[in-house]
């Protein structure tokens, strides 16, 4: 009771504190624990004299301590959450730095992914389009192969007909030329009768023929004497055969001119398909190899994205794991700081108070009784520790009454 009179006497002696609801709690118990100290103080008045000073100014040294203590504490944590903080920022900066960085990446390696499949796919139908090219060329080619063998084995046949029938022409036409009136007749009649067995001998000069072989059937049986010395009349047969001869060997020339052209535009039509399936097949090639080249960049570059989208996601989530933590300790650290500051706020106004002549006159006058009714405590703490420095007692006293205050 007398402590809490002598607190009240305090607090009065400042109004403008004492309207403060914090700051009167906070001083009622300053106050409190000082006064206890003031007790253990006044029990040991030698101690005090030796000092050389008196139980306020003792008092106000202990608070003048912990003010510094305190302030040094709050400095303290100051400096470390400063240094949290900077932890904070340059995290948190570079991991939005990195997570960006990311997001530019992911995009470039959509844009990447999407460019190799549109190139595979349509390289894809290029090379669809060689395939069919060198397909038809190759049907075409093996098509003018095959009927250049045919008009080949038709060129055969009449170019030998051709020679056959001029070679045939040729003698009959010598062995007519060289008949005489001593030779013969039956020799020259069989050249010019092989001549009906030639398919390109036209019907007209078959007739011919036959009427000039009619002209002397005697010639003909073998059997019978040969004539000798009658009259050569075979001009008219001879200028016959020599104009089929003639027409044979132009028909011949211009057959085998007509081969040559043909033969000609068959090795051209062959050289150029077999140089546009020979382009063709480059062409087929290269691209193939761009396009596994293509898809080969494709699967790279979806693999990358994989990892970039794997390793975003997890600093996005330690982005906000961090942001949570440092936000949570900046929060714990304002209640700190304002808990120390109304601390040092509340010790310095305590000083100012007990400094003041007000608390020192309410001291001469409540503390003798304070002492009387508290002396069982003080007895108490001078026999369980006699040894010890009065600095020391004070100390577990206030935090003993500091316990029970709280």
């Known amino acids: 009771q007398a402590s809490s009179r002598f607190v009240d006497k305090s607090l009065s002696a400042h109004p403008a504190l004492a309207s403060s609801p914090f700051a009167s709690m906070q001083c009622s118990k300053m106050m409190a624990l000082f006064a206890g100290v003031l007790l253990v103080l006044s029990g040991r008045p030698a101690a005090v004299a030796s000092a050389g000073v008196t139980p306020v100014q003792k008092v106000i040294q202990l608070m003048d301590g912990m003010l510094a203590k305190g302030k040094e504490e709050k400095h303290g944590e100051q400096v470390q959450f400063a240094a949290f ?3 904070c920022d340059d995290t948190t900066v570079e991991k939005k730095r990195a997570i960006e ?3 530019e990446k992911i995009d470039m390696l959509k844009a990447d992914i999407e460019k190799y499949t549109a190139t595979a796919a349509m390289l894809t139908k290029e090379i669809a389009e060689h395939d ?3 397909s038809v060329w190759t049907g075409d080619q093996q098509a003018a192969t095959k009927v250049r063998e045919i008009e080949k084995a038709d060129y055969d046949t009449l170019h030998q007909d051709y020679s056959e029938s001029v070679d045939a022409l040729q003698r009959a036409i010598a062995v007519l030329k060289k008949q005489a009136h001593d030779r013969p007749q039956a020799e020259a009649l069989v050249q010019v009768s092989a001549l009906k067995d030639l398919t390109l001998i036209p019907d007209s000069a078959k007739k011919t023929i036959d009427a000039f072989l ?7 049986e073998v059997s019978a004497p040969e004539a000798h010395g009658y009259e050569f009349q075979s001009h008219g047969v001879i200028e016959m055969l020599e104009k089929l001869l003639d027409k044979f060997i132009d028909e011949r020339t211009a057959l085998e001119k007509e081969e040559m052209n043909s033969k000609h535009a068959y ?5 150029d398909l077999t140089a546009q399936i020979d382009q063709a097949t480059q062409d087929r090639e290269e691209k193939s190899e761009i396009k596994a080249k293509k898809l080969q960049a494709k699967a790279d570059a979806q693999g990358d994205l994989t990892d970039t989208t794997t390793t975003k996601e997890a600093d996005v989530q330690y982005l ?3 942001t ?3 936000e949570q300790k900046a929060s714990d650290f304002e209640s700190r700081q304002q808990l120390r500051a109304e601390e040092i706020e509340a010790i310095t106004k305590a000083m100012e ?3 003041s002549g007000a608390v020192s006159g309410n001291a001469d006058t409540y503390l003798p009784s304070l002492a009387q009714k508290s002396g069982s405590s003080l007895a108490q703490l001078r026999a369980s520790g006699a040894s010890r420095a009065p600095q020391q007692r004070a100390s577990e006293f206030l935090k003993e009454r500091a316990h029970a205050l709280n």
């Open 85 to 87: 903080k900077q932890f």
């Open 101 to 103: 960085e990311a997001n």
């Open 132 to 134: 069919e090219d060198i």
């Open 214 to 220: 009619q002209q002397d059937p005697e010639g003909l």
């Open 267 to 271: 090795d051209m039509l062959v050289q």
């Open 320 to 322: 906000a794991d961090l």
């Open 324 to 326: 949570a933590t440092c």
């Open 353 to 355: 108070i007990i400094s």
